[in-house]
Every structure is written in structure tokens, then in C-alpha cells.
């Protein structure tokens, strides 16, 4: 095993701890300002994935693609808002549980309706694809290094959004005391909407980078969504930094498990064999990891009381 | 007689009377729609007893379904192929006798719930929902990733497993032994809701810093509603897997979880027969509104939407009236 | 003089900044009714749960019939006979009365693992429950759902819950909060023979029902006891007129 090898690896769970935390970043702040628990988040992911392989289909521009993606989430995310998700802010969490596993389920039969069931292709653009040389002789996709890059820039992006600007405050606001924000004569159902468009948009961009790695289809946001809640279980619900962490730890968890565990088992077992425990067990291998944090700090790493 | 009580009767008979008309006509294909029906329910009344009187939304119910079926289908498989499961230190062979293996889905499905609800218990309110869910989806990648048992592909069981006495080949005969089983598990959480147990639960749901001033513990009460929460869905399972000749991963699924939730919801939650009634319309909708259109379940979805947004009693919520009854 | 059976020795509570309880030492002896009182925001209800194992104290211990309670959780400590009653009414809202105190009865039996013997035909239980709703007056009201009762009811069932578990002590948060007069002379009069059961620490806002009920009292002003005697020591004392009793006039 070479190191060069592992550096890979530990970039490529970077990457993909990077667009968990844009994921988990929506969800964590809709629920610490709203108090929602949102299944429909894997949804918004799926359609700025759509909405991004339309666009480069029509227009064959990546730019366009992303800015598409963005834009469908957002939208989608604020008329869902409008329509459904506030009335929910006040019901109980199986209310919620409900009502947005019903909209995944129009979701993503609607969306089947429109594309059909075969998956569609985002192509890396030109100018994104082939490797890079990185300092020490390590080749490495462009274009996954630019994932890295663009998510670390959302999350310095989002931090300042929430420490310095007046949204950002109101959301805070938001998060210790509800009634607070409406006494400071904040519109709270503006800010509600805004809140879940901007968590939306986030998750629709995610969509639309990993369209470009792996095939957009129906579906394929349900995974995301189930491993951005081991994220924020695992970081602590409401905490931005949690999810970043936390993101970063699933990403890195899931990437060298499946790396280093098949490897490991093989210094002692036959080699198929360690292939498939390996592999068994670095399917559990987040899940291990978050029970392990249950088991020490039930309300997550950064999680208050 | 209440207006519930009727309706369970009414819905009792119907679904007697239903394949027993299809048998009569010779429609096994109905027979095994009301066969699903019935195994579904079991599924349902399993989720329902954690959830209606535990008030624990366990987005992970799917676990104990597919751990009943892989009960099912490894114990099958081996004998199957006349190959025992383990030689060392002692000889298990596979078997094809129900009894054993609804046995031992009873037993593994309550192990896993044991187990999983003593780390998600822990917790509460929307953390328990997101790590019930992240649960199953271990389950199903662990399933997928491990080839012993099919993997990916599942497993295909080519003969039903058997039943003393019965043919459980024949379509009414199979029907006649999951209605009984469901029949005795409505018995027995009908007797857990009335027990000191069940009192204990719900009054933990309603308010649990109430159950612990009079000296009871929350968590061990929804520890015990859990695994046998999961037991009752681990039969199911079996149930189901034998139903289909078949397991696969997909038992293990988030959709599954979410479909099982659906059938508490549409017949309402906390009421002994919902999860029966909810779980024939689900099949009757996926039959009608399958028919209709291939993408029915977005049809599933806006009307999953309504019951949530103002029908919230589910089903005997609107036939029978909104209080929930005390006896 | 016997020991105390509840000994609150020197417990600190603060949050952040807050100090919610600064050195507080207070003692409830049997066959009487010690009273707590003090202004909003004195850090009553901090006290109460610290007490009641809610919450616990940065510093101090806590005794209860010689034994240090101060790291045992609620249950543990409902299980050592401390009955609680609470300020915001906490009942199994869907129950109906009886199945509340029900409830209490089981706990007091000590156990719920019975499975399949239907509860509400357990004689012995019923019983239990069926004397405590008649001691506070509920028994015409048995089999009416709790949500359906009054402000006032709900205080008396809260009452009867306690009542069931027999309590050692008994730790009451506000229990005449909202009744009117009648129903408070009704519940003075009760707790007046209830503290020769077990020993009552009454937290009330009530001054009139706190002078004529308490044999102690204690007064709790910015997270201290700056004051503790009979009602008639207290109405003396210059400190709790100033401090608190002006106050009260005044307003």
C-alpha cells in the first residue's frame, strides 16, 4: 500500500465530506431555526442534480448547469415551503416525518414522469476534467479537487453568512428563542421561507457537483439524506460547525474503511474472503461510528443539552 | 358496542371474506393479496405498539422485517442445499419447519431492536427518528455487501416452508395460518395495551417526567415496547419472505420502514386495527391506483399529504370518531 | 429533636453568570409543613428540582432519611418516597382520572413489567387509587379524561397521584396555583391533616394559606434563604419585610 495511495483516499473522503456537510448544513439549520425535521432535503438534492444534466444537455454549459441547479432548488425548496412545510412547524415530528417522506414520494415520481427511469450523464466540463499534479507528485482529479475547494469556500461562505451578516443574526436569534425574532419585528414566515430556500440551494448544488461524479437519477438523493442525518446526529443537531465536522469524519469513515479495512483483513485471511468481511464492514462502518459518539455524548459533538 | 369495535369486527370479516370469496371463484392471485394484506398488518401492529403507545417514531422498522426474513431465507437456504449453517462447535442445520423459523425471527428481530433501541434510546424526539433510519440503511448496505446470502441479488426459497398439518402451498391454506397469526398477535397487544405494562408506556408517551415522579423509568419502558416491537415485525418477516419465496436487501430499505409507518398512519395511529386497516388500503391503492398509472405513488404521496395535513386520525379517525377509547 | 428526614446542606446552582441557588440549607422535619417562599425569580422552582432530582446542585448534598441522594436521578428518589407535585399541572393528559392515579399506584408497586393481567382490574391497585381520589375529593370524577377537567381539578388529581405513592415527604410546587377560594380552603384544610402522614415542603405564592398552614417557613430571595422561622418570627423579621413582604404590600 503506498502512501501516495492513501493520500488519494483521504483526499477523496475529504470531497466527499465536503458536499455531505452542504447537505447537512440545510438540514441542521432548518431544523435549529424551524425546529423541522425535512426527509424531502434528499429530494431537493435530486432535483438540482436534474435540473443541472438538463441544462448542460440544452445548453452545454457547466456554469449554466450549476447556476440552473442552484436556482431549481432554491425554488423548489421555497414553494414546498410555502405550500406544505409551513404548516408543519407546529405539528409534532411524526407529523413532519410524514408529510415530507409524502413529498419524496411525489417527488420522485414526478420526476420520473418528466425524465423517465434511465439515469442521465453530467459530463465534467473540459477545463475540469484530467488530473493535477499536487505538490509531492500526487496526480489527482482537477475536478474533484475543485469540489473540495468550492465546498470549504461555502463553508467559510456560510459561517460568515451567520456570524457577521443580519440574516445571520436573526437565524441565531431564531435558534435560541422563537418568539424573540418575532419581538425584534423580524417577518418570521419570510425569514423561514428564505432560510429553507437557502438550505435547499445548498443541497440542489450538492446534487449538481456529484451529478458530474456519478449518474443522476431517481433516488439518488435518499442515501445522501440518510448519511447527512449520521452527520448531524454525529456533529449535533442545529450546530454548523457539528455538521461540518461531523461531515468531514463520515466522509473520511466511509471513504478509508472501504480503502483500508478489506486490506487489513487480508494480512490474516485469505483474500476473497477479506474482500467480502472488509467490505461488510466497512458498510457499517459510519454507523459504527455513530454509535460510538451515541454512546459517549448522546446529543452529538457539538450538541447542547 | 362502540363504533370501533364494530368497525374492527367489520374489517375482521371482510378480510375472511374476501379470499374466502376468491377461493370459492378461484382467484388465487386475490387470495394472495389479502395473504400480503394480513402479513403487512403484522408488520403494522408491530411498529404500532413502539409508536402509538411508545409514541417512538422508529424510522427503522424495516430492520426487524428484513432480519425476520433473513431468518427465513438463510435457515431455508441451507436446507435447501443440505449444508448446515455451522459445524463448530455444535451442528445447526438449516430447516424448512415455519414453527422454527418464526422462532427464531421472533427471537432475532427482538435481539436487534434490543440492541439498537438500547443506543437509540438514548436519545430523543428527532435524533431517535435520523438514527432509527441510519440503522436500517446499515442493515441494507451490510446485506448488499455481504455474498454469503445472495448479496445484491437476494435469496430465492424454491419451496414454501412448511407447517404441520397444513399445506402451506395452497394459497387459502397459507392465508388461514398468517390470519390466524395476526389474529394472536392483535390478542396479545390488545392484552399489552390493557396491562400495567401498556399503562405504563402510553403514560410514558403523554408525559414522561409524570411516569418518573411516581418512580418508573422511561427508557426501560420503551425498551421493552421496542423489542417487542421488533419481534412482531421480525414474524412478519418471515411471513413476508415465505409469502414470496424471496428476500433481498430491499426488506431492509428505508422505503420499507417508510411504507410500513404509512400503513400505521392511513388506519390511525395508536388504534388496535389500524395498521390492518391501513395496510389493505395500501394494497388496494397500489392495485387500483397501479392500474391506473404507472407512478402511482404520487398519488400515494398527495393522499399520504391530506390524511397528515387534516385527516390526522387516519381512516378510523373519520368512520368511527376522534377519541381514542378507554377501557 | 429527631433528624430531618429531608436535609438540604449548603447546595450551589448557577447558570452562567446566575447563581439560581447560593448556599441553600433547609430541613423538613416530620409532622410538619415547612413553607418556601419568596419573590418571582428568587429561585424557587430551581430549588424544587434540585430537590426533586431534575437538576443537580454544583456544590452541596442533599439527605434524605440519613442517605445522600444528591447524584440519584428522579426515579430513584420518587422510589425513596419523595412525592412530588408539580407547578404546571403534570398529568397523562389522554388518561382519564383514574387510570393517572393508576398510574401512581403502579409506581408504587414498583414495578410495570406485568404484560398480559389486565390493569385496571388489579383490585389491590384500584383500591390504592380509588381511596387516593377519594381523599382529595375526585371520586365522582373517576372515569372523566383528565384533558376535560378544570385548572383546580387538575391540581387535586396532581395531589391524589402523589397521595398513592405514600409518600415519605411530600414536595409540593404551588399546589393552590389558580384555585379559588373555595377549592383552596378545601386543599388547605387537607394538607393540614396530611402532614401528619408524611411532612410537606410547600412551595406557595398563597400568603395567606402559607401563615396558616406552615409551622416553618423559609424565605428565598436572589437564590438565598435570608430568613427561617415560625409565621410569626417571619412576619417580625425586619429583613423579609423589606426584601420581600413591603414588596407584597406595596404592589
Redesign the interface.
Known amino acids: 500500500m503506498s502512501i501516495i495511495l492513501l493520500i488519494e483516499q483521504v483526499l477523496n473522503g475529504l470531497q466527499f465530506g465536503v458536499m455531505l456537510f452542504l447537505m447537512a448544513a440545510g438540514l441542521t439549520l432548518i431544523?435549529g431555526v424551524m425546529g423541522l425535521?425535512n426527509l424531502a432535503h434528499g429530494s431537493l438534492y435530486m432535483v438540482g442534480a436534474f435540473a443541472a444534466a438538463g441544462t448542460a444537455a440544452a445548453t452545454g454549459s457547466f456554469v449554466l448547469a450549476l447556476a440552473a441547479s442552484l436556482v431549481a432548488a432554491a425554488t423548489a425548496g421555497a414553494i414546498v415551503e410555502l405550500t406544505?412545510i409551513r404548516?408543519l412547524y407546529d405539528r409534532d415530528?411524526?407529523?413532519q416525518?410524514?408529510?415530507t417522506?409524502?413529498?419524496?414520494?411525489?417527488f420522485?415520481?414526478?420526476t420520473?414522469?418528466i425524465f423517465g427511469s434511465f439515469p442521465l450523464f453530467l459530463d465534467i466540463p473540459e477545463y475540469l476534467s484530467g488530473p493535477v499534479t499536487l505538490p509531492g507528485g500526487i496526480e489527482y482529479p482537477l475536478y474533484r479537487l475543485t469540489i473540495i475547494l468550492i465546498g470549504l469556500a461555502i463553508a467559510a461562505g456560510l459561517f460568515a453568512l451567520i456570524a457577521k451578516t443580519r440574516i445571520g443574526i436573526q437565524i441565531r436569534a431564531g435558534e435560541s428563542d422563537r418568539e424573540m425574532i418575532g419581538a425584534l419585528g423580524v417577518n418570521i414566515a419570510r425569514l423561514y421561507t428564505l432560510i429553507f430556500a437557502l438550505g435547499a440551494a445548498l443541497a440542489g448544488f450538492a446534487g449538481a457537483l456529484i451529478g458530474a461524479i456519478q449518474s443522476v437519477q431517481v433516488g439518488m438523493g435518499?442515501?445522501v439524506l440518510?448519511?447527512a442525518?449520521?452527520v448531524?446526529?454525529i456533529g449535533g443537531?442545529g450546530s454548523i460547525k457539528g455538521a461540518l465536522v461531523g461531515a468531514i469524519l463520515v466522509g473520511l469513515t466511509d471513504t478509508l474503511g472501504g480503502f483500508l479495512l478489506p486490506r487489513l483483513f487480508a494480512t490474516f485471511m485469505d483474500a476473497s474472503a477479506a474482500m467480502?468481511v472488509g467490505?461488510?464492514l466497512?458498510?457499517?462502518s459510519i454507523?459504527i461510528l455513530?454509535?460510538g459518539v451515541?454512546?459517549v455524548r448522546?446529543?452529538?459533538l457539538f450538541g447542547g443539552q | 358496542m362502540r363504533r370501533e369495535t364494530l368497525l374492527n369486527a367489520a374489517v375482521l370479516l371482510g378480510l375472511l371474506a374476501v379470499p374466502l370469496w376468491a377461493w370459492a371463484s378461484d382467484e388465487p392471485f386475490i387470495i394472495t393479496l389479502a395473504t400480503k394484506v394480513v402479513i403487512l398488518a403484522i408488520a403494522g401492529i408491530g411498529l404500532n405498539l413502539a409508536?402509538g403507545l411508545g409514541g417512538l417514531?422508529s424510522?427503522g422498522h424495516a430492520i426487524f422485517f428484513g432480519v425476520g426474513g433473513y431468518a427465513m431465507g438463510i435457515l431455508a437456504s441451507h436446507a435447501q442445499s443440505y449444508t448446515p449453517l455451522m459445524e463448530w462447535p455444535l451442528l445447526i442445520e438449516g430447516t424448512k419447519s415455519m414453527p422454527v423459523i418464526w422462532l427464531l425471527a421472533v427471537i432475532g428481530g427482538a435481539c436487534a431492536a434490543l440492541v439498537i433501541g438500547a443506543?437509540?434510546l438514548?436519545?430523543t424526539?428527532?435524533?431517535f427518528?435520523?438514527?432509527t433510519?441510519?440503522?436500517g440503511?446499515?442493515f441494507y448496505?451490510?446485506a448488499?455487501?455481504?455474498?454469503?446470502y445472495g448479496g445484491e441479488d437476494g435469496l430465492a426459497i424454491y419451496v414454501r416452508n412448511g407447517f404441520p398439518g397444513l399445506n402451506t402451498l395452497d394459497p387459502i391454506q397459507y392465508f388461514a395460518l398468517c390470519f390466524g397469526v395476526m389474529c394472536v398477535v392483535l390478542l396479545f397487544v390488545a392484552?399489552?395495551a390493557?396491562?400495567?405494562?401498556?399503562?405504563?408506556?402510553?403514560?410514558a408517551r403523554?408525559?414522561s417526567?409524570?411516569?418518573?415522579?411516581?418512580?418508573?423509568?422511561p427508557y426501560r419502558?420503551y425498551l421493552?415496547a421496542f423489542t417487542l416491537s421488533g419481534a412482531i415485525t421480525g414474524l412478519s418477516g418471515a411471513l413476508y419472505a415465505d409469502l414470496n419465496r424471496f428476500v433481498s436487501p430491499t426488506m431492509f430499505s428505508?422505503q420499507t420502514s417508510?411504507e410500513i409507518?404509512?400503513f400505521v398512519?392511513l388506519g390511525g395511529?395508536g388504534r388496535l386495527f389500524g395498521p390492518v386497516i391501513g395496510a389493505a388500503l395500501f394494497i388496494v391503492l397500489e392495485h387500483l391506483l397501479g392500474g391506473l398509472s404507472e407512478?402511482?405513488?404520487?398519488y400515494?404521496?398527495?393522499l399520504?399529504?391530506i390524511?397528515?395535513?387534516f385527516a390526522?386520525g387516519g381512516l378510523i379517525g373519520l368512520l368511527a370518531g376522534k377519541e381514542?377509547a378507554?377501557? | 429533636m429527631t433528624d430531618p428526614i429531608l436535609d438540604v446542606r449548603g447546595i450551589s446552582k448557577s447558570f452562567g453568570a446566575l447563581k439560581a441557588s447560593n448556599d441553600v440549607s433547609l430541613d423538613l422535619r416530620d409532622g410538619e409543613i415547612h413553607a418556601l417562599i419568596g419573590p418571582n425569580g428568587a429561585g424557587k422552582s430551581t430549588l424544587i428540582q434540585q430537590i426533586?432530582g431534575g437538576l443537580r446542585p454544583d456544590t452541596g448534598t442533599i439527605w434524605f432519611d440519613g442517605v445522600n441522594i444528591t447524584a440519584e436521578?428522579?426515579?430513584a428518589r420518587?422510589?425513596r418516597g419523595l412525592g412530588?407535585t408539580?407547578q404546571i399541572s403534570?398529568?397523562?393528559?389522554?388518561?382519564?382520572v383514574l387510570?393517572?392515579v393508576?398510574?401512581?399506584a403502579?409506581?408504587?408497586r414498583?414495578?410495570?413489567?406485568?404484560?398480559?393481567?389486565?390493569?385496571?382490574k388489579?383490585r389491590a391497585?384500584l383500591e390504592t387509587a380509588h381511596a387516593a381520589l377519594a381523599q382529595v375529593g375526585l371520586e365522582d370524577f373517576a372515569?372523566a379524561?383528565t384533558a376535560e377537567l378544570s385548572h383546580g381539578q387538575r391540581r387535586q388529581l396532581e395531589v391524589a397521584?402523589a397521595l398513592?405513592?405514600s409518600p415519605r415527604v411530600f414536595l409540593m410546587d404551588e399546589p393552590m396555583a389558580g384555585l379559588g377560594t373555595e377549592g383552596s380552603h378545601r386543599l388547605m384544610d387537607f394538607l393540614g391533616t396530611l402532614r401528619h402522614r408524611a411532612p410537606i415542603l410547600l412551595v406557595e405564592h398563597d400568603m395567606d394559606a402559607v401563615f396558616y398552614l406552615a409551622d416553618r417557613i423559609s424565605v428565598l430571595v436572589y437564590g438565598q434563604i435570608i430568613a427561617t422561622g415560625t409565621a410569626d418570627e417571619i412576619r417580625a423579621n425586619r429583613e423579609v419585610r423589606t426584601a420581600y413582604l413591603g414588596e407584597e404590600e406595596d404592589a
Open positions: 431544523f425535521i406544505v404548516r415530528h411524526l407529523d416525518v410524514l408529510a417522506f409524502a413529498l419524496i414520494l411525489i420522485s415520481e414526478g420520473r414522469w435518499e442515501p440518510i448519511l442525518f449520521v448531524i446526529v443537531i467480502s467490505s461488510a466497512a458498510a457499517m454507523y455513530m454509535a451515541l454512546l448522546p446529543t452529538g | 409508536l417514531v424510522l443506543l437509540s438514548r436519545t424526539g428527532v435524533y427518528i435520523m438514527i433510519l441510519a440503522f440503511q446499515m448496505y451490510f448488499i455487501s455481504w455474498p454469503a392484552r399489552l390493557g396491562s400495567a405494562f401498556g399503562l405504563a408506556l402510553s403514560g403523554q408525559n417526567e409524570r411516569v418518573q415522579a411516581v418512580g418508573l423509568v419502558l421493552v428505508w417508510g409507518i404509512i398512519i395511529v407512478f402511482w405513488h404520487i400515494l404521496g398527495a399520504l399529504l390524511v397528515v395535513l390526522r381514542v378507554h377501557d | 426533586a436521578s428522579t426515579v420518587a422510589r412530588r408539580f403534570s398529568l397523562a393528559m389522554e388518561f382519564t387510570q393517572n393508576m398510574l401512581g403502579l409506581g408504587r414498583g414495578g410495570a413489567f406485568r404484560f398480559l393481567s389486565p390493569v385496571m388489579d391497585l372515569s379524561t397521584v398513592t405513592l
